[in-house]
């Protein structure tokens, strides 16, 4: 008998909204407490509208 494998891939593009605390900004990251851990976010990863 043969085996094949299957190659599955998992595609996700979605937005994710937490809320946390700012903590910190510096010239290109923003530090944020969600729970009791503080992420450091690149300003590039915020999408800005500008209307």
Known sequence: MAVQS???KISIN?????KGI???IF?????V???GKIIPI???EFAI???
Not at 27 to 31: L, S, Y
Request: proline residues 4%; neutral net charge.
């Open 42 to 44: 690149p300003v590039s």
């Open 33 to 35: 407490q969600i729970g």
């Open 49 to 51: 509208d500008r209307k």
């Open 22 to 24: 700012v903590k910190a």
């Open 14 to 18: 979605s937005t994710i909204s937490l």
């Open 6 to 8: 299957e190659e599955k």
């Open 27 to 31: 010239n290109d990251t923003v530090h």
